[in-house]
């Protein structure tokens, strides 16, 4: 389009035209393949209001909106199509728009692309008689921070707080937060005292922001330095958050004095513990199994009108159901509703497994089946519990079979964690072919391979004596996940030991420690036992040591699987010294470690010495089984089998 052919139009005024044409001749050939293509956008971009248009509007708003906002949307429109760069900027001198903190703020609102914002805001920096402030510079570190150019946002940062800009404990909590969002603790704490040195005292909520940050990301022994700091700086005080934050914080590193400290700290300054605070010192006592202490809790927090919420039941139901105290967790389940606090699916959830586990299943079938009038919507971990009862209780198959395509027709998908319900629940009770079909059926699904499952199905199958079959799932579960658990190798290294295969069971086990599957208790356990079984006693008492030294903890088990062994091969003497080392050390002996060594004695003959133990033991307060009577009697036997002479 010609220069002639504008004027002639009227679109743009003469000055206008010039500057274009200039921007033509200057302009890269891509950008004047831009101009041509959107030719007609920009001269009316370009266009100013019609006189008349202005007449007729002007009974409709008032004069600031008419001349403020037509030529903000322009620049914008501009910004969208040339971006930013020198096309920008002239823009920015044909509309006449004044460079202030008004104008950054309202560009970064706009929706743009994030460099030119970037871009926009370096270089508004530059312009003469113009710094940017606090407010332009949050505004760009928010919009940095919702493009998630964290690396960006942190150099943004560190230039505001370099700059002379006021920085106000406000800004100060909401760069924290961002930071701490963003996971970077370390530089969080680095610009909290930056600020802190050169800009302002922190306030309370400074102090909160990091406080929860801390404690969000793990940094707990850092969340009590802080909270020492902030009542020595004399400037500000801990408050609800801070007190919430830090009961919170030591409650989770189990350190149940401090946190009660603080609790009876924040009464003492005449502040309210609020609901969120009870119902986290509640679950804290609970996991100490200090019931009573939870209950006398739960019993002031609502003398001093703190109503519990759902959160707070459910806390207080699961703890009392875990202490085996049923009844009492079903009758606050009854409460709650009378006080008019509705229970949630996750309520629900714990007080269904609490009644399968007791053995109620009716109680928990029926509970169930009142989650709809309670407004409760059963989700997979709902059926999931109900399906664990059904197998805890003997249920017929049918029974779990049907509550399962109950599940699907519902439209609620299983997990991994139901299908490994049923697999182990069908290997406990001798359905092993239905096990296979369902960890076939997870396959199809595109569930990743559980290894839970396969654990369940290679035990019941070294249990019916199918090793080949158990060894081939075995080989499958690391083809498939490329390692196993340690709990698996120990369950292959058992059925191993006990099918006389000991050799491949130390193999196994060697080849567990190369892939670095570091061997857990249950896996010393069954090679010990294996080693046992062939009549091996000095190999066991080395692997015994070597896993204290690798500092996997013996347990009752281990000891007295060397117990049996030494019973068997070392004979009494060593069971007995071996017993008495036990009375001695922080693992105790058992019913079965008094029981092994009884059965010692008894091959011996040794009656009077397994009278003595016997005796013990029952001071010890152990009672007596079929085993221990069988022992003795053997005992018996033995000396009345022995010829009168020798007895004399």
């Not at 505001?160 to 909401?174: A, Q």
């Not at 079938?365 to 059963?378: A, D, H, N, V, W």
């Amino acid at each position: 389009m010609s220069r002639w052919r504008l004027r002639r139009r009227g679109a743009l005024p003469s000055s206008l035209v010039v500057l274009l044409s200039k921007r033509l001749v200057s302009s890269s050939p891509q950008l004047s393949r831009r101009l041509k293509q959107t030719e007609n956008e920009i001269v009316q971009m370009f266009r100013l209001p019609n006189p008349r248009d202005e007449t007729a509007t002007s009974t409709m708003a008032p004069r600031y909106a008419r001349s403020a906002r037509p030529l903000d949307e322009r620049f914008v429109r501009i910004l969208k199509i040339f971006k930013w760069g020198p096309d920008a900027e002239k823009a920015l001198e044909v509309l006449m728009l004044r460079v202030d903190h008004r104008l950054v703020r309202e560009v970064l609102k706009t929706d743009v692309d994030i460099n030119v914002k970037i871009q926009f805001f370096r270089w508004a920096g530059k312009r003469k008689n113009f710094e940017h402030d606090s407010y332009t510079y949050m505004a760009l570190i928010h919009c940095l921070d919702e493009a998630g150019l964290v690396g960006e946002m942190w150099k943004t940062i560190l230039d505001m707080v370099r700059s002379p800009c006021i920085i106000t404990p406000v800004e100060l909590s909401d760069i924290i937060r961002l930071l701490g969002r963003a996971k970077m603790v370390n530089k969080a704490c680095s610009i909290f005292y930056q600020i802190k040195t050169r800009k302002c005292q922190p306030s309370s909520n400074a102090y909160n922001s990091m406080i929860i940050m801390l404690m969000q990301e793990g940094h707990h022994e850092k969340v009590h330095e802080l909270y020492n700091e902030m009542c020595n700086d004399g400037h500000c005080f801990p408050d609800t958050v801070t007190y919430t934050a830090l009961v919170s914080t030591f409650c989770k590193l189990g350190r149940a004095d401090s946190a009660v400290r603080l609790f009876e700290e924040m009464k003492e300054n005449r502040m309210q513990p609020p609901a969120r605070m009870y119902t986290t010192l509640i679950s804290m006592f609970f996991k100490s199994e200090n019931v009573e202490e939870a209950l006398s809790l739960f019993r002031e927090m609502r003398d001093q009108c703190c109503i519990p919420n759902v959160f707070t039941y459910t806390e207080l139901i699961k703890g009392l159901g875990k202490a085996g105290r049923v009844d009492e967790a079903y009758d606050f389940f009854l409460e709650m509703q009378q006080e008019g606090c509705r229970p949630d699916t996750v309520l629900m959830n714990n007080m269904i497994n609490i009644l399968g586990k007791a053995g109620r299943l009716d109680d928990a079938i029926r509970l169930f089946e009142e989650m709809e009038t309670l407004q409760c919507i059963p989700t997979v971990v709902t059926y999931n519990t109900v399906i664990k009862a059904l197998f805890e209780s003997k249920s017929h198959a049918s029974d779990v079979a049907s509550w399962f395509e109950k599940m699907k027709q519902k439209g609620i998908a299983p997990s991994s964690f139901t299908y490994s319900i049923l697999i182990d629940g069908f290997c406990k009770t001798n359905r092993v072919e239905k096990a296979l079909m369902l960890l076939e059926e997870m396959d199809e699904k595109g569930f990743p391979p559980c290894p839970a499952a396969y654990c369940s199905l290679i035990d019941a199958l070294g249990k019916a004596k199918r090793y080949e079959a158990a060894s081939e799932l075995f080989q499958e579960l690391k083809e498939n996940c490329g390692s196993s658990t340690a709990r698996v190798y120990a369950v292959m290294i058992k059925h191993l030991g006990k099918g006389g295969r000991l050799n491949d069971a130390m193999d196994l086990f060697d080849e567990m420690k190369k892939l670095g599957c570091n061997p857990n208790i249950y896996a010393y356990n069954a090679l010990m036992s294996g080693m046992v079984r062939v009549g091996m006693i000095d190999e066991p008492l080395s692997i015994l040591r070597t896993m204290q030294e690798q500092g996997c903890v013996p347990d009752i088990n281990s000891y007295n699987i060397i117990l049996n062994g030494l019973g068997k091969t070392g004979g009494p003497q060593r069971a007995m010294e071996m017993l008495s080392n036990m009375k001695q050390s922080k693992i105790k002996p058992d019913a079965v470690s008094y029981n092994t060594v009884l059965g010692a004695l008894s091959h011996a003959g040794m009656f009077e010495e397994a009278a003595k133990l016997m005796k013990e033991m029952n001071t010890m307060g152990f009672e007596y089984d079929l085993i221990t009577y069988s022992s003795i009697l053997e005992a018996i036997g033995k000396i009345d089998d022995e010829p009168t002479d020798s007895v004399r």
